[in-house]
């Protein structure tokens, strides 16, 4: 009993994922510190906290902005389906702009933050706010020179805040070889979270760290996210793993014959397959094909493809015979389409477990997963690869991934020691040549 009452309290944050990482969310009643350079997500991050814990946690939150007035704020996270005006109309959420004119500040006596205590708590009493966003610190020091001033008075806000039991999320901009620009923040908050938006080989990915988290556990790792319509959502690696279950029931390949092969039965649910072959031999043919009788039983089912365009991928698979346009009508079929150097590969792997994640589908065809080499190298696919298939044996989905080969050389992915069985195709006489291989089983 005792031990329960001292761990610590958490504020879900209701962002997709990072809940996951935190084990829980943010600490409550505490100081969490988000940095990242211009354009890595603070802003966002912040107010999709606040919204959250007003729409779904019953905590009503405070916007304080140095920089961007409420309609500028308002009109910005529109996109992501916000709307601040509706919170604030309800008493769901106040936004006070403080505005500070770097030009105008002289630095002359003694500088303290009373007035902007005195300010937001009655900001905070008006709702009854328990979270706070404050967005961003170096305005609100801007034009002070007295470093010593600067740290004792970022002591005394984020005692301030404590004092009060808010949960606050205070922004920073990343400094030079530091997390922030005074190089004090990281070390009084509580919990410190990194945004970062790199950019390698023109592709740009965005990755969170938890930097530190005082009093629980957490994902240390570096984790893709993306800024979606529906906000940030985070993939969280730390959740896949050698855990999952193994089913002895069957599904159909959807071809016959290679059903015949693999003893009348088909593949087994939730195993990941990897077909290899040299061009022309049929394999998106057979992906769809394994599709299509998933769909015939019933099933939703995901296609990731990367060289053709859905209607381009119906039209051509009309001509043998497999009409899919009914089962995309029905939205037994959900076909995505893209190029693989739109993305990075964390962002591949982030985007397609969201979809995953939202679609549930028993069925997912991965074609071709070559064509990643395009956009990074080796070591990277097989690593992005392992993460994929861990999270997709966790749900128990069964996977199908097509690798363009040549001379039906074996691919390097195929040597992970990941795929349950490895098909390499042949084309002969208008007819499937296949021969079967059992791999290692993850």
Known sequence: MGLEKSR???????????????????????????????????????????????????????????????????????????????????????????FIERNEIEETGEYDLEGLFIRLGSAVDSIGAKRVVLDTLEVLFAGLKDQALIRAELRRLFRWLKERGLTAIVTGERGDGTLTRY????????????????????????????????????????YPFLMGPQGISVFPLTSVGLTHGASGERVSSGVPELDTMLGAKGFFKGSSILVSGTPGTGKSSLALAFLKAACERGEKTLYFGFEESQAQIIRNMSSIGLDLQPYVD??????????????????????????????DPCAVV?????????????????????????????????????????????????????????????????????????????
């Not at 990281?186 to 592709?203: G, K, M, P, T, W």
């Not at 893209?338 to 969201?354: D, F, I, K, T, Y």
């Open 366 to 442: 991965i074609d071709p997963i070559s064509n990643f080499i395009t956009a990074a190298d080796q070591s990277g696919v097989k690593s992005m690869l392992i993460r994929l298939v861990d999270f997709l044996k966790m749900r128990q989905i069964t996977a199908l991934f097509t690798h363009l080969s040549q001379a039906s050389r074996l691919p390097p992915t195929a040597r992970t020691r990941t795929f349950r069985q490895l098909w390499i195709l042949g084309y002969c006489c208008g007819t499937w040549k296949t021969t079967g291989s059992e791999a290692a089983a993850s």
């Open 183 to 222: 190089g004090l923040e990281e070390y009084v908050a509580d919990c410190v979270i990194l945004l970062d938006n790199r950019v390698s080989d023109q592709i740009s990915t965005r990755r969170m760290r938890i930097v530190k988290y005082r009093g629980s556990r957490h994902g240390g790792d570096e």
């Open 8 to 98: 610590l309290a958490k504020a879900p944050t209701g962002i997709e994922g990072l809940d996951e990482i935190t084990t829980g969310g943010l600490p409550a009643g505490r100081t969490t510190l988000v940095c990242g350079s211009a354009g890595s997500g603070k802003t966002v991050f912040g107010l999709e906290f606040l919204v959250h814990g007003a729409l779904n946690f019953g905590e009503p939150g405070v916007f304080m902005a140095f920089e961007e007035t409420p309609d500028e704020l308002t009109q910005n996270v529109a996109s992501f389906g916000f709307d601040l005006a509706q919170l604030e109309k309800e008493g769901k959420l106040a936004i006070d702009h403080v």
């Open 330 to 359: 029905e939205g037994l079929l959900q076909i995505h389409s893209v190029r693989p150097s739109n993305l990075g590969l964390e962002a591949h792997l982030a985007s397609m477990s969201q979809i995953i994640t939202k679609v």
